[in-house]
């Protein structure tokens, strides 16, 4: 009790985001580079372009389901880091401490360094970028200046994502009107005897499901992170559901008019042959040689968009779960550690503690890491966890908590949030099936919290 008293409470976060700062939150950490690469990575396993078209709509669909849940959730629940108080109070502190350990070990600074990696690759190869810049330091200016810029206030952070949102929309916007308007359009192709053998079995439709899914929804991935920020939205039971809504939706909307565009220049059989050109072909042919420069560009600002909202929302998280430790273990090693992740500077209302933290961490794994591809690997089951029992929480919630009138209601409950969780359920164990080493090692340091979580409860008792 006097420990209580003689710590300073954290200052407060304030409610100053609006609803367009929200929704570029939405569409800036789900719109990254994957538009760019995907539709190539999608022709390995359609085998029509109106398989395209349905994989595209179903993720989004998925997504929507998803979404439409968090939204209720989180009105019910407007705090920074939401997501760890929805699992608090929906399956108990083991479970939240759970969501923490994996965003601040596993997924969050592994995520930070994935998109950082991927944006020092594409400034090294810039237009002028100086030779001698690595992509890695490329990587950590660019993790450093968005820490720097949210250290200035969550204004200057949303003001950011408003900017770098719009700017990447109007750019993918310009691709589809020049293939429309400039490019010429590849002759019809005979496709479709392969997707009539494959699909011609339960079995053979159940198999192209799984492969299409899974390549697209790893592209409609960050919605959940705006729920981090839940105690800095102005009005969130009516601006979180429907940034939320707006957000998934228009970007689902969005994806497919730009495949309509990818496949309008560049047949499925030409797609499977370069999958990794097909969005600097399409600039080729609207724009010619300037086409694929600024292409490159384009990536860059996506990147950044996504970058931006990483490390303007995980801090939130790390907040949310200092505040909770913070006095349960004043005293101790852990406990100065969560007043360090505490600290709210009066002036700028911002989590700088845990900004600087993320900042740090993301850091670390960068240059542990080094490549994209073993980053993802190792975290993305572990999240997809935590999403699904943050998901799930809704039908605990509902019966403990009620409803509030304010509150926004999933529609289609119980059936939306059943769709959501049942096939992030099937793509996790696909992913133990088929990768089965580096998916075991990201489940390996995961469960490194269930001998922590009772090492700081036991400190809370003595």
Known sequence: MIRALVTPPPAPLRRQLGLWAVCALVVGDMLGT???????ELAAVAQSPWQVYFFWAVCGAITL???????????????????????????????????????????????VAGVAIVLGEFAA??????????????GVLAIAAFALVNLCGVRWGGRTQV???????????ALVLGSLLFAIPAPPTAA???????????????RLMGLGVAAVLFTYDGWIDVSHVGSEVREPA????????????????????VNFAYLRVVP??????????????????????????????????????????????????????AVQYRDETAGRPTGRLFRALAW????????????????????????????????????????????????????????????????????????VPVVYIVVLALLLASAIAYNPLDTLIGMAMTATCVPVYFWIRGQERS
């Open 238 to 257: 009516k601006h979180l559901p429907l940034a939320l809504g707006l957000g998934v939706g228009g970007l689902t909307l969005l994806y497919l008019v």
């Open 344 to 415: 709210v500077p009066a002036r700028s209302a911002v989590p700088a503690g845990s900004v600087l933290f993320t900042m740090a961490l993301s850091v670390t794994a960068l240059y542990f890491f080094g490549t994209f591809r073993r980053i993802v690997t190792y975290f993305v089951v572990p999240v997809h966890v935590v999403n699904i029992l943050m998901v799930a929480s809704v039908f605990p919630l509902r019966r403990r908590l009620g409803h509030a009138a304010s509150a926004f209601r999933t529609p289609g409950y119980p059936v």
């Open 125 to 138: 190869h810039l237009p002028g970028a100086p030779s001698g810049v690595s992509a890695r330091t490329w």
């Open 34 to 40: 994957g538009i760019f690469f995907t539709p190539g």
């Open 268 to 321: 499925l059989e030409a797609m499977r042959a370069a999958p990794t050109t097909v969005a600097t072909t399409v600039a080729l042919a609207a724009f010619g040689p300037i086409g694929g420069q600024v292409l490159n560009v384009l990536i860059v600002v996506s990147i950044l968009g996504a970058l931006g909202g990483l490390v303007m929302t995980l801090p939130r998280l790390y907040y949310a779960a």
């Open 65 to 111: 389901c998803g979404a439409l849940t968090l939204a209720e959730l989180t009105t019910l629940l407007p705090r920074a880091g939401a997501s760890y108080h929805i699992i608090r109070e929906g399956f108990g502190p083991f479970w939240a401490f759970l969501k923490i350990w994996v965003e601040m070990w596993v997924s969050g600074p592994g995520s």
């Open 163 to 173: 900017s770098l949102t719009t700017v990447k929309i109007a750019g993918l916007l």
């Open 192 to 206: 479709g005897e392969a997707a009539k053998a494959q699909g011609g079995s339960l079995m053979g439709f159940l």
